[in-house]
């Protein structure tokens, strides 16, 4: 067996995930993460090339030989990362830029949903911010959805409870310029009310697999309260994820997504992901609806999943780039596992860096991971807060509570000023267990 070079590009917890499954596989010889974080340097080499410096990953993927590239965030595959490794014969997992546009613009991903009949929430898209305020004077008054149509790291989504939240985020987008370019189109559309899910899935643009689905809490506080954020906890699996509503997802979204991207003559290999939603009982919309596609793993799904994942993380990316996915075995543990985010304080918004992180991790919280995300070294050779979302800390268990349990002895025993956490990860699915809802 040949092993190869495998380059992870990114710097957050979704990428010091994804290199320490990769790194596990007897394929891998070396694992090299550009830029990575002081938390990945462990099992794996860090290259110190941008995420976004697509020239520089482009030569050091030549000149090292890379076997297999994988893409985490979105920026590199919105600039092109993709298209210009395999225009130089790197493999590369991460769909090409037109590919990307799924997440990269949400009025061309809500225009690919209309064209293949795939359910979601019905929208209008503006550039000017006097008709969309406009419109929503029409409408009436109470819950409705703002995105900006372009890439605004996980925070371009504004849930307005009613007409003057939604006006104001049409301001804030459109006049204020708060996402930059990014929020120059916006997209307005009805609010589902329900239960959000997440499905990744394995592409090779033929073959589609999906993973065990995951709730992710994208709100900063607890009880799903405060402002969006990339995400702030996550588990899997989700009991209201049937085996019924999986078979649904399959043949009214997940299909039907492959079979348009193959009739628009669009290539996708890579990780596809699928915000869902499951609609409440009382809701107009009837079966589950897409909310967002995103062209990359989810963060912090991937660092839940990484833990489920029985099969070879290198052997799956391996078969999509070379079109043979349809013989590759994927499969996962029975058992639940969950993760928690420890923030800066202030994020989403602004908040301090270079703070001394430190952690004293009990014996007993066993095989539990701290996939780091914003951290760095200070001068003194300390680990440092670098970034909104620094630690995520990951557990597995034979059932939820377990996970939780020793997620939470960890999360508490790694300490910085102005830490945040959510204290209630998956509070929906403990309490719909209690029969409280
Ligand atoms: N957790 C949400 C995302 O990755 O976009």
Redesign the pocket.
Known sequence: MEKIKVLVVGNGA?EHALSWKLSQSPLADKVYVAPGNPGMDIMTRLAPIDAEDIDGLVKFSKEENMGLVVIGP?APLALGLADRLIEAGVKVFGPKAAAARLETSKSFAKEFMGRHNIPTAAYRTFTSAAEASRYLEEKPDGPIVVKAAGLAQ?KGVTVAKNRAEALLAVKEMMEDKRFGEAGLEVVIEDFIDGEEV?VLAFTDGKTIVPMPPVQ?H?ALEESDTGPNT??MG?YSPVAVYTPEVAALVETTIIKPTLEGLKADGIDYCGCL?F?LILPSANSAYKGPQVI?Y?A???????EVLVLLLKSDLTAIMLSCVEGRLAEQEVEWRDESAACVVLASGGYPGDYAKGKVITENVPSFVGASMAFHGGTAINEKGEIVTAGGRVITVAAKSTTLEKALDKVYARVEATFFEGRHFRRDIAHRELARRKGEK
């Open positions: 979704r979105e996980g997440t992710d994208k990339g995400g996550a992901y915000g967002e995103n990359r793993f989810g963060d912090p799904e991937t």
